[in-house]
């Protein structure tokens, strides 16, 4: 089956750098990859997906980039705010959809004031 | 609109009990999954259902079970609670399994076995 690879398992950066946050997939079948982030203590929340026929994909401050041949896609943090911190996870599927989802284990994020 | 349901929230049992946890969402959607979630492993699917009366296995299936004889509710049962299935559960849905869109969580079970 699938496998997710992320790191690094814990970031902490200066309010207003930006943060970037890696995962590498086995399954070159896998063609939706959406990110989740969950506070502590909440529930998990989808905060932006990409698709294997595209590159990039932005939103705002946050922006993902998907490499096929290398099987890897990172999530991108610009301007950090104390809100962002959080831990984040990747994901990936086949079917373009959320049909057997394999999850990352996840980057905790501190941004410090 | 409550969206995603779960019920209870916390829960603690002994070994060998069987107990079942409730899901139930109120927005017609078609895929509901569950998942637990333990410390530096993420979110792991345990089964899944693409609609009613259709189920399927996940990553981590072995004790427990599941089925789907409404859109609205997903029960998952532990059939003879271990230590190993202490956890949080997260159930979730989406519109559909074949396009990319949001899956709504629930806020959980945390589930303790003594």
């Known amino acids: 089956g699938e496998n997710v690879e992320q790191h690094p398992s814990t970031l902490s950066v200066q309010e207003g750098d930006s943060a970037v946050i890696k995962c590498t997939y086995s399954?070159?079948?896998?063609?939706?990859f959406p990110w989740y982030k969950q506070e502590l203590g909440k529930r998990p929340q989808l905060i932006i997906d990409i698709r294997s026929n595209v590159g990039e994909k932005k939103d705002q401050r946050i922006a993902v980039t998907l490499n096929k041949t290398a099987k890897h896609f990172s999530l991108h943090i610009t301007e950090t705010q104390p809100e962002d911190s959080a831990v984040y996870f990747c994901a990936a599927s086949k079917n373009f959809g959320n049909e057997k989802l394999t999850f990352g284990t996840g980057t905790r994020l501190t941004i410090i004031p | 609109n409550a969206g995603v349901t779960q019920t209870p929230k916390f829960q603690v049992l002994k070994t060998g009990q069987s107990m079942t946890l409730q899901c139930a969402q109120d927005?017609?959607?078609?895929?509901m999954s569950w998942y637990r979630q333990d410390p530096g492993m993420g979110l792991r699917l345990i089964h899944y259902s693409v609609g009613a009366g259709i189920t399927d296995q996940g990553e981590v299936p072995n004790g427990y079970n599941v089925s789907r004889s409404t859109t609205e509710d997903f029960p998952l049962r532990l059939l003879s609670a271990a230590p190993s299935q202490t956890s949080v559960y997260f159930c979730a849905s989406s519109a559909s399994s074949r396009v990319g869109q949001p899956q709504h969580f629930g806020d959980g079970t945390r589930l303790s076995i003594l």
């Open positions: 927005m017609n959607h078609e895929y």
């Open positions: 399954d070159s079948a896998s063609n939706y």
